[in-house]
């Protein structure tokens, strides 16, 4: 289909240039700092993580840092009155901060040692369960901020707050945190007290749903393809495969795989779904069903503009072919989309478009499962029930407006 030539942008997959494109484009790289990921957390206030940040970048205005930058003064630890106040004596070697360390360290019933300030970021890098990441995330970041806090109402205030005291602070700032996130913990015992230490409430993992799929036939004189795209790494590798069968479940010509020259899914899933329109539209099977189990290859059909550049006139064209056919598509999860799935696995293996008249021996026993209807189940989490609902909920919402402005037109 001709079309009118356009710009596009290389490295981006739909060929726009946006502002954030440009910009990373042209700015030099940052600095990458593995304790970075730990500071910042949706779960903790963006205040107490400033603190900890401008600590990682040696930033605080502790008297030795006052000092190097020309100020005279006499420099005492407020928390503790017995040294000179240096960023390594206030959050680690003081008294204070030691007590808290020690503390830390009996309700994890695990020493915790910091000799420099990187040391307090070793603790995260644990396999800790999600939930319990997050506490002790949290509780490093309070622990730094309480002690700055207390360093400044002894300084500026003349309130002298205890270490025990300041422990009842890091608590509630972290029971905050720890009850918030929808992380959960599959705890053992170390963990358990832990939490129970912060007075985090446990959140078990989520039951999951079990979800019957089952492959439907197509109606009386329709084909239905069954598509699929798989890619692997090392070396990285795509292909696609597809399966077309009549209203018997039988194949009625065949199924194919291809190699592909590609290392996205998403482009995988598309060839796949491309090259089954085109061989239906050239054999002349004009009542084609495509069923797929990448839901944003469906929406796809509707928006052109997710489809990459690079693949978006092979596309165009595709569906110019579709419109001279009685031509629909669906969605399937992937336990029902066996058949292709093993199809495009096989395409790995492959260096040309194979096509089979008959479906191969290693999707025959899937083929029949198909055919007489038997099960396959999907585990359904949480977080896929809530995102299924909201998307349920928005499109309700979108058509109640239209049915309001239809309404209110036609009083009018």
Known sequence: MPTEDSLVWNWTKTGNLPLKEAYSRKAPAGQWFHWA????????????????????????????????????????????????????????????????????ASILNSPVQVNCIEDIWKLCDRNWTPQCKVAIKSCLINIISTIWYVRNQGRFQNKKITWKVAINFIISHTSMSGNKTAKTADVDMTEFVFLKALKINIHPPKVPIVKEVIWQAPLSNWLKVNTDGAVVKNPVRAACGGIFRNSFGFTVVGCFAQNLATDSAFEAEILGAVTAIEIAHQNRWLNLWLELDSSLLVMAFKDACMIPWSLRNRWTNCLELSKEMNFMVSHIFREGNGCADSLANFGLSCTEFVWWNFPPSYISDEVVRNMLGFSNFRYVTFWVRLLCFSATLVCFLFLSINLSSVFCTTLV
């Open 37 to 104: 990921k730990n500071i910042w957390n949706p779960n903790i206030p963006p205040s107490k993580s400033l603190i900890s940040w401008r600590l990682m970048h040696d930033r605080m205005p502790t008297d030795e840092k006052l000092m190097e930058k020309g100020c005279s003064l006499a420099s005492i630890c407020s928390n503790c009155s017995r040294q000179a106040e240096s960023t390594l004596h206030l959050f680690s070697q003081c008294r204070f901060a030691v007590n808290i360390w020690t503390w830390m």
